[in-house]
């Protein structure tokens, strides 16, 4: 078992992370969750290749933010761990990293609908989101990003913004903190539902820019409230 | 823990209806329910500011039609109670009060479609409800009901219905008891649920506005029928 | 209690029947399923007035073909009964029938788009089914069948088919025994769920009327095998 | 209960591959996964005619190629063995076969639109699937692969390919293992699920005949991964 410096905190809302993004079928059996060090900005912790919702304190090891683990290691690692050390290189402002696949929003990274907040709770979507085209820096790929290059172009293509689609992959989201990435995870993928189900109506009034920056300014104050009943659907 | 002098039966179905909307996705970690005083009209109780399903006795406060407390509280309060209060004033009949953002509800908030009732279940639709759009009263927001002033023009825009659709936010519904108002915010998801599918299928005869009445008239009387189903569900 | 002269096996299904309907979300807390009595094809078995998934053996009433309980009874009764009387008049093959307002069959009662089998498992569909319009004998009502007339009228519009829509309200379904009753319910309910998806992609191909036919002969033989699983769950 | 020769891994697989397979919806009361005999290719092992979410150790017997279980049994067996003795013949690379009437997948068995890989996890689809046609080979029948020259008419179908869809039937899945075989059924479902969504908002950018070639070579690498996840969640 690897040596675990972070603080207790970010190991329990690591852990439940990876079990809230599971049970909302944001995650299945692939995807991921990591978090910078609180005494470390260059060190991120996030669990050996293993399903989300299988992960425990003992999976997690500690990244260099070129994602080489900091201690020797037998265990596997996710492949595309350079989703999380890029971004942490490229955008100090980001604690916490959601990598997913969640269905509802894979439409929107291959078609050229663009994601608009349709209410609220997703207000984080502001005036829409990216969309990394992995062909246009790799070519003809696995559609993974196992390097450190493909990496930084998905940094670069996230730039400052919440969250990253990925075509014909799945999406990225930041946070300030697990529970913002994970907030934005469920409620990306909730908005994507609802958007689907919305253009069939006809036009559609999205938040303003204005609309959406006012609450996403709010949120960081209320993300206990989802937190704590999260935490206890696991408990059920 | 604040002074509670509501009727026991009430106290009882509103911690019962807090649980049956989160159950059957109407809420999430947000939204609310609250309850007209039986003993002084000019009062009604509510949870502090904590998720449906989560709230237990000790969580519910008394407010007066303004939405303060009348009991000093060092509780965080819900941000939108003046939904609750300012609906409590404009109508008299009203004994309960949903607020949600349930996603099959959201379309119709945004698009020009009208909700109208596809099957008799959700006959108090009648000729369609009201669509709140916050911009015409208040510019600019976070979309959130955070006055009174808001909240009275929301209460304006319900008029006499029994629900109101929120532009890019969700829905609040009314009821002469927390039964009702439970009943209206499951079969009104259902209805726009259906709704939409139907729409796919070319023209939609809906419910006469004489079908809806006549129905509508009725559900008072079947009321205890899916409340005891839905008590039984939390218990599995 | 009434007494209860129904063969102990027709009393299992029964109560089993009303619990699969309910966990598959053909009823909700409305809806009904009745047997026709073995030794007296002249009255039929049915629960008093109650959600499906509440009902025990203590709540069975039995009918004459009137829908008049065969003994005076404080119990509320169900006030649609009148489905089921007529239809066991009108159909002397007919032993079970479920009535329900399953939200995927909805559309189909409303819309001009025919229901029709998209696969085997709805082979009973056959080249389609009728639609009750229940303006057409009535004018305009509650949509409730309340009167052994709308029954009639019902029981007219099913004629020799295995079930029938009713726009603006659900469908009922007939069998030959209570697990054809309840196996025709939740196949034509995901017969309607992925019709509704199939259209979307343009012209489809549905089985054939000998096709239909061809499997329909075969499905009396392996209806145990849905039923073993539908009732584990049950327990589960 | 029948000798089972079969090596204790296959055996255990085979198993939760049945209760997998249910607990996902891609089979319900029907459907059947088989595994051949790792000992003699000539043989293959499935359950006795039984819904798979029910089958035990037990229920396990051994056929031949041609379908015939190897040792005399009282037992009724499933209609369409057929498919799997057939596939096995035609494909030794195969080592297990999924059938499965999968809702989300009947869509593109019944119009013109084609399976195609929105994501990676579903690169095995490739440049797309065939689609049998019951009637080019059997004419009218009652759908069901009932004999050895339907069974062989649906391997021809196949071809080399990982699996085909059955025009108003479902679905059949070859892999090189059971675990493959059940991925590949879970993930076709999703990705049909995932494609209806996509194709309401235009263009669709499907993977490239490359980009999927690149990631299924990958994914045998992977599939302990959601397996475990999978058999976690059976015991929940």
Redesign the interface.
Known sequence: MATLTLAEDRITDLITGNKIL?HHGIV???GHISVRHDADPSKYVMSR???P??VTRDDLLTYDLDSVPVEETTYRLYSERFIHGEIYKARPDVQAVVHC?A??L???G????PLL?????S?FIGTGVPVFEIRERAG?????VRTAPIGRALAEKLGDRPMVLM????ATMAGRSIREAVYRAIYAT?NA??Q?????????????E??GA??D??TLEVLH??W???K??LEA
Do not use: C, K
């Open positions: 599971f299945d059996a692939f290749h293993l399903a919702g299988l696949h269905p509802a894979i439409p929107f291959i078609t050229a609908t907040p349709v209410y609220h709770m207000a003809m790929t696995d559609m993974l075509r014909g992959h799945g909730q539902a609802i689907l189900e919305a253009l069939r109506l006809g036009a559609v009034t999205y938040l303003s204005e609309e006012n609450y300014r709010y409230r989802p704590n009943i999260w206890r659907e």
